[in-house]
């Protein structure tokens, strides 16, 4: 029994249906009401609900049911309304609270208008959204609302005691409750509910119709059996809420009959973009709306997942592999494969949570996407001016080079934008793209000190300007480019040291010509993109944790396939070979504009160096695990110049020191960098990354070196540039244990 204080004194459920008898049943076991009184014009439905036990008393007559009841509810199909309600309203006075459960609300304010002249503030309609195929009294069931949603439409006038003792009933009953208008239920109802129904009974009809052996039952598969299992419902009451909710359902179905004759034209005149636009989109929409249904956040929000990394001491690596795709290549793929003429079929694209967010974003503004499935995906471009405006904010999880580069193409769409993304990249800083955008008449907003969100406002005219960058961001300098692509005139962007240049070479492999004098990169705005295909190497990011693996464990030996090497990205190598590292690159090619190798790396004994500051912008990613390396390696490492660091997806200088120091390894951390004395013993400790993955997979990799137990708190952003990385780490001789994964 509940310990809940009765809400109502006597409430009269009147039908004791499946519903009826079920909410009679909650408040009887719930102790939410002092006695239960049912009425059923079914004189065995009434006495079997006794002897159920679902109500207290059985009422003769609906007089003796309403008379000294404080809570009316009608369960009884929604065409027999009006006639019920004439029948109780003698006895049915304002201080009583009449409410229904029917599926449909704007017939059931008619019908009380029809019959009482007027809607009196006690009447508050109402709808669980709760049922099943079976219906009766005998199928009653007590928890059957138990988070369920229950919907109540009071009018503007409604007693609010009314509706919060209604609320509290409904919500002791296990519901929740939500409100909202007749009508607009109605409308959601009718999309939601009473449509799948419709086409439910249809089909089923139609083709048990064409089929006397019913033969189809034998052969259907499971895929038939979901669509179909609500064409066994009830017919009567179905019959009632067609014709109750006429006009939604009438509006709905033509929306639907509409859709599918396009889709029947796509199929008959052979539209392949149209049919895998629908069903791509639609996919997309399932799956989002399945992570609603078990409570998940949006996809890429790991925040509420929490994963630690349990290493043990020790360990030698070894084997030959392929780290999985080039993120900052990945983001560049779907981008210009978006804005693209034409078909473009990209290999090896990077299935890791920021890559994933913005093929969504692009989905999110009617790009048709198929894939990714093995790394290969298919983006129908739209052309330059072919997006389309998003329906809610474009949501970019974790990823930095996501908002930064977006920012420059929707400053030049035609419509408005909002670009959001988790809580690490909603303190990243975007005053740095947000100005010069401004510049060259963007209009955007943001929130203070220049953080995310940010909105941007479509329809602006931008004109190419010239930027002296004052960092050396290469995430900066595509976002210029990008937004110089729609720009009237030439816009130019001179780096103070040569970042990563992905951006320049795959608009080149586009067909977009972009010039280079020197540290300057400019675009004439007005081109278009020709769709091409790309081969995405292995990341080198990804790359370097096994690079510094196997150089600092003993007996270790590793070779790494087909990894993208870039001169703007081997800075890892570079630092990794002055500190003495056995590295070797062979099968030398060039694959799409990029520069590929395999790579093979062996034991070594690293010493510390002072790391020269022109390599900065070129390991800008990998500084996490080349302080692992220099915690690992003779002598002192002194980095500086790196002040960039701080503004990654932690502060990466003083987590990584914050880490060093949980382990037993001291270091002094400066404005721009860090000194490490190598050589200190790794104990072992509990380290907090803080979410950036990169944190994550250094600390993994230290563990080859440790004396103690590694534990990594907050690792779940792994899978935002490394899918995979656990299984890979552990294949390869790294003793980790992902819990909570
Ligand atoms: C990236 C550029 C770099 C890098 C990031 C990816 C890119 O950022 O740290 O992981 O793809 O353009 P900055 O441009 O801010 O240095």
Redesign the pocket.
């Known amino acids: 029994m509940s310990a809940q204080p009765p809400v109502f004194n006597r409430v009269a459920v009147i039908g004791l249906g499946l519903i009826g008898g079920s909410l009679a049943c909650a408040v009887r076991r719930r102790g939410l009401a002092g006695s239960v009184v049912g009425y059923d014009k079914r004189p065995d439905e009434l006495s079997l609900g006794e002897s159920l036990g679902v109500i207290d008393e059985a009422a003769d007559s609906l007089e003796q049911a309403v008379k000294g009841s404080d809570l009316v509810v009608l369960a009884v199909p929604v065409r027999a309304t009006r006639a019920v309600l004439q029948e109780i309203k003698p006895w049915l006075d304002d201080a009583v609270v009449l409410s229904d459960v029917g599926s449909t609300k704007t017939s059931f304010v008619e019908d009380v208008k029809a019959v009482f002249g007027s809607v009196s503030p006690s009447v508050i309609p109402g709808h669980p959204i709760a049922g099943s195929e079976k219906s009766g009294i005998r199928a009653a069931n007590p928890d059957l609302f138990n988070n369920h949603k229950v919907i109540l439409t009071p009018g503007d006038d409604a007693d609010p005691q009314a509706l919060s003792s209604l609320r509290s009933l409904w919500e002791g009953c296990g519901a929740n409750v939500l409100t909202m208008s007749p009508r607009y239920h109605d409308e959601v109802l009718a999309a939601t509910s009473h449509l799948p129904h419709l086409i439910a009974f249809s089909l089923v009809d139609t083709l048990a119709g064409e089929d006397e052996n019913m033969d189809i039952f034998r052969y259907a598969a499971g895929g038939f059996r979901d669509f179909t299992r609500i064409a066994a419902s009830d017919p009567v009451m179905w019959h009632d809420i067609f014709l109750s909710n006429r006009e939604a359902v009438l509006r709905v179905i033509d929306h639907f009959t509409h859709d599918l004759d396009q889709l029947r034209s796509a199929i008959a005149d052979q539209d392949s973009a149209k049919l895998l636009r629908v069903f791509s989109r639609a996919k997309a929409a399932r799956e989002h709306f399945s992570k609603i249904l078990s409570g998940q956040a949006f996809v890429t929000n790991h925040s509420d997942k929490q994963v630690t990394f349990r290493l043990q001491p020790g360990g030698a690596v070894s084997g030959e592999f392929r780290v999985p795709g080039d ?2 290549m990945s ?2 793929s779907i981008m210009l494969g978006a804005l693209a003429e034409g078909v473009t079929e990209v290999t090896g694209f990077l299935e890791g949570e920021d890559s994933l967010a913005t093929l969504q974003a692009f989905r999110d503004m009617g790009v048709t996407i198929e894939g990714p499935d093995n790394g290969f995906v298919r983006i129908h471009g739209v052309g330059m001016k072919g997006l389309q405006a998003p329906r809610g904010p474009l949501y970019l999880g974790n990823s ?2 996501a908002m ?2 977006f920012a420059g193409l929707m400053a030049a769409q035609s419509f408005n934008s909002e670009l959001t993304g988790d809580a690490s990249l909603s303190k990243r800083p975007m005053g ?1 793209v947000a100005d010069p955008l401004r510049a060259m008449g963007a209009v955007i907003d943001t929130e203070g000190g220049g953080r995310p969100p940010m909105r941007i406002k479509g329809g602006q005219k931008l004109t190419g300007i010239h930027y002296e960058m004052p ?8 976002c210029l480019l990008l937004a110089g692509l729609y720009a009237d005139g030439s816009t130019s962007v001179t780096e103070p040291a040569p ?2 240049d ?2 320049e070479r795959m608009l080149s492999g586009f067909g977009y010509h972009v010039y280079r004098d020197g540290p300057t990169a400019s675009v004439s705005g007005g081109g278009e993109l020709s769709a091409t295909n790309i081969d995405v190497p292995a990341d080198i ?1 990804s790359a370097a944790f096994f690079l510094v693996a196997a150089s600092i464990a003993p007996e270790s030996e590793l070779v790494l396939r087909h990894v993208g090497i870039n001169p703007t990205r081997t800075g890892v190598i570079n630092i990794l070979k002055l500190m003495g590292a056995d590295i070797d690159i062979f099968n030398e090619r060039e694959i799409g504009g990029e520069p590929v190798a395999d790579i093979r790396v062996r034991s070594a004994e690293l010493k510390g160096i002072d790391i020269p500051e022109d390599q900065v ?1 070129l390991a ?2 990998e500084f996490p695990v080349l302080f692992i390396a220099a915690a690992c390696a003779k002598g002192r490492t002194v980095l500086r110049g790196a002040e ?1 660091l701080r ?2 997806e932690s502060d990466r200088i003083q987590v990584m020191a914050d880490g060093l120091e949980a382990v037993g390894v001291k270091t002094t951390v400066t404005a721009d960098g860090i000194v490490i004395d190598g050589g200190q013993t790794i104990a072992g400790g509990v380290v907090n990354s803080h979410g950036d993955h990169r944190i994550a997979m250094s600390f993994a990799v230290a563990s080859l070196r440790a004396e103690g137990e590694i534990e990594v708190r907050d690792c779940a952003n792994v899978a935002t540039s490394f899918p995979g990385f656990v299984e890979l780490a552990q294949n390869c001789g790294i003793q980790i244990a992902a819990e909570g994964a």
Do not use: N
């Open positions: 993120k900052s983001h560049r930095g080079t930064r580069l740095r960092m050396a961001s290469a995430q900066v300098k595509s970042t990563r992905h951006t990011s912008p800008i990613d960039e503004v990654k």
